[in-house]
């Protein structure tokens, strides 16, 4: 494909879908507002003392919960909504969007919105950040808003606190989606790190320090603080 064809379909793009098939990964913003995330809950034993951290500095977040573990652990969903969080969809069982089929996609959104009794935002992440044409054509048309995200600790590795921490202090800029995991809900991974007592410590560490410049808020409310940043649907991670 030569570089005349490549710039006419950027340009049919640009003007005739766009937004379509886009992933909002941050907000364009000069405000000092910063959305955390959270993956893969919700967690028994780990959640809760994430909220109780999360209380201490006064902040609310957003849930992206699997609806499986929603399932088993109800009393958890509902004190995440007590809080003043938001809870977002992360699919029922966790698969990659990109190797199960349409109906798949379908039925592992639907049930995990009745898991979570989703009444609210329509925010959906894709389990491990995979997606494809068709995979966002199908949040598309279930009428959900993909959410990435553009800073992360990269907290399903082996790592000490302290480096977690530097990393999202260097990282963090005002209109940030910043990724973090609250449990780590079948990982690909070799030697996944489910102990999430080093990103709890990691996020105090950084808290302690960020929130003297941030304010840290739920997505939907990042989305009213300036203009979405989107990247087009390919894989995110």
Not at 8 to 22: A, M, N
Not at 77 to 101: K, L, T
Request: charged fraction near 20%.
């Amino acid at each position: 494909m030569n570089s005349k064809v490549r710039k006419t379909l950027r340009s049919i793009r640009k003007h005739s879908v766009p937004k379509l098939f886009d992933t909002i990964t941050h907000v364009q913003t000069i405000h000092p507002v910063v959305a955390l995330t959270f993956d893969d809950g919700p967690h028994p034993y780990y959640t809760p003392l994430l909220l109780n951290l999360l209380a201490q500095y006064r902040i609310n977040a957003t849930f992206f919960m699997v609806g499986e573990g929603a399932e088993k652990h109800k009393a958890v969903v509902q004190q995440v909504r007590e809080a003043g969080h938001v809870i977002g969809n992360h699919s029922w069982s966790h698969p990659s969007f990109i190797e199960i089929d349409r109906r798949q996609r379908w039925d592992e959104v639907r049930r995990a919105e009745l898991a979570l009794n989703l009444n609210g935002a329509r925010l959906f992440r894709p389990p491990h950040g995979h997606q494809n044409f068709t995979s966002r054509l199908d949040l598309f048309w279930l009428r959900y808003e993909v959410i990435g995200w553009n800073v992360t600790a990269q907290d399903w590795l082996v790592q000490t606190p302290t480096e977690m921490a530097n990393r999202l202090i260097e990282k963090v800029r005002p209109g940030c989606i910043v990724l973090l995991h609250d449990a780590i809900y079948k990982s690909r991974l070799a030697k996944p790190q489910f102990n999430r007592e080093p990103m709890l410590e990691a996020l105090d560490m950084a808290l302690n320090q960020l929130t003297q410049q941030f304010n840290f808020v739920t997505v939907p409310s990042l989305l009213t603080y300036g203009r979405p940043a989107y990247t087009y649907w390919k894989r995110l991670s």
